[in-house]
Nanobody, 115 residues
Framework: QVQLVESGGGLVQPGGSLSVSCAAS????????MGWYRQAPGKQRELVAA???????NYADSVKGRFTISRDNAKNTVYLQMSSLKPDDTAVYYC?????????WGKGTLVTVSS
């Protein structure tokens, strides 16, 4: 069973920066796609950023220019670097990685943007 473990969440002030990580128990070099999702209280889970095996990235309009998704195959880790954070970015952030037809989720890490 593949495990994805997110880390790096926490409390950050508006305008600040934060980076969250997703460590996989399986090599990500062969992953077809990976992404970060978030779910705010009372809202549906939404895609924030995605990265495909050919290096193509895709971002939600609300985070374009502020968030960056990346990967480190040697560490089997996916990152989401967030800057110019806003209170509306407050949510639990989940990692999703797909190998072939199977996709896996982490348990999430909470990011709170507040003064």
């Amino acid at each position: 069973q593949v495990q994805l473990v997110e880390s790096g969440g926490g409390l950050v002030q508006p305008g600040g920066s934060l980076s969250v990580s997703c460590a996989a128990s399986r090599s990500i070099s062969g992953a077809n796609a990976m992404g970060w999702y978030r779910q705010a209280p009372g809202k549906q889970r939404e895609l924030v950023a995605a990265l495909t095996s050919d290096g193509t990235t895709n971002y939600a309009d609300s985070v374009k220019g502020r968030f960056t998704i990346s990967r480190d195959n040697a560490k089997n880790t996916v990152y989401l670097q967030m800057s110019s954070l806003k209170p509306d970015d407050t949510a639990v952030y989940y990692c999703n990685v797909r190998w072939g037809s199977r996709a896996y989720w982490g348990k999430g890490t909470l990011v709170t943007v507040s003064s």
